[in-house]
């Protein structure tokens, strides 16, 4: 009996070990383009969304981002999206095991932070969406590289 509990236990910790050690592995945008983006500027009439995964847990699992219904791609972690917008409303949702919605009204020539935070789930990784502040959207984007946008 105790050989088969130690074999449940082993199993159950390489089951674990294989889960959070792995990362999920998307698209990603030139170093070129990674550089400009982090530039963080935004033209007048236009706004900027960046929206971005600073987090290594749930790693193995890629999180696909919606904006205004038109999917830009998928997250692991350390990456971000940036989508520059016309002025006005805009949705953006990340599906996971959950679907987390946020919206947002820009303004011409504004840049707006979107932190997509990771979370337990039952089954996988779960999301939320934050709007955050201008140093700490920076900060965050900086700790990532640029996913490649399907758009």
Not at 17 to 38: F, H, R, T, W, Y
Not at 70 to 82: C, E, I, V
Not at 111 to 123: D, P
Request: proline content about 4%.
């Amino acid at each position: 009996m105790n050989y088969f509990n130690n074999k449940v236990f082993s199993a159950l910790i390489l089951g674990v070990v294989l889960i959070l050690g792995g990362c999920a592995s998307v698209p990603m945008a030139s170093l070129e383009l990674d550089n400009q983006a982090k530039s963080f500027a935004a033209s007048p009439d236009i706004s900027l969304i960046y929206i971005y995964r600073n987090e290594s847990m749930g790693g193995a699992i890629p999180m696909t981002i919606s904006l205004d219904g038109k999917t830009l791609g998928q997250t692991g972690p350390k990456t971000y999206f940036m989508a520059d917008v016309e002025p006005g409303k805009h949705e953006i949702e990340s599906f996971t095991e959950n679907v987390a919605k946020i919206s947002l009204d820009t303004e011409p020539g504004r840049i707006y932070y979107v932190w997509q935070e990771v979370k337990m789930g039952m089954w996988a990784a779960r999301s939320a969406l934050h709007v955050v502040s201008e140093e700490e959207g920076q900060e965050g984007v900086k700790e990532c590289k640029l996913a490649q946008s399907l758009h």
